[in-house]
């Protein structure tokens, strides 16, 4: 059973920088691609950023030029380094790992990023 425990969020004001982890079960070069999803409250569940295994990446509109998706392979790590934080990116966000062997997605159980005016 692959495991993904996120860390990292907590309330920050506008304008701040928060950095989200997400530690793999097992190493990363498994999956085919590791991101982030949000979900604010009364809203459906939202891509933020995903890193596919040839290293392209896709990011939300709403967040390009702010937030940066990174992984260290060595420590089966996937991070998102949010900056110039606003508002409206208050969420939970959940890490996402989809495999090579099935296509399964796993996803952690979410942090809370709440971004005060």
């Known amino acids: 059973q692959v495991q993904l425990v996120e860390s990292g969020g907590g309330l920050v004001q506008a304008g701040g920088s928060l950095r989200l982890s997400c530690a793999a079960s097992?190493?990363?070069?498994?999956?085919?691609?590791m991101g982030w999803y949000r979900q604010a409250p009364g809203k459906q569940r939202e891509l933020v950023a995903v890193?596919?295994?040839?290293?392209?990446?896709n990011y939300a509109d709403s967040v390009k030029g702010r937030f940066t998706i990174s992984r260290d392979n060595a420590k089966n790590t996937v991070y998102l380094q949010m900056n110039s934080l606003k508002p409206e990116d208050t969420a939970v966000y959940y890490c996402?790992?989809?495999?090579?062997?099935?296509?399964?997605?796993?996803w952690g159980q979410g942090t809370q990023v709440t971004v005060s005016s």
């Open positions: 996402n790992a989809v495999s090579y062997a099935d296509n399964y997605n796993y």
């Open positions: 097992r190493k990363i070069f498994s999956f085919k691609s």
């Open positions: 890193r596919t295994s040839d290293g392209s990446t």
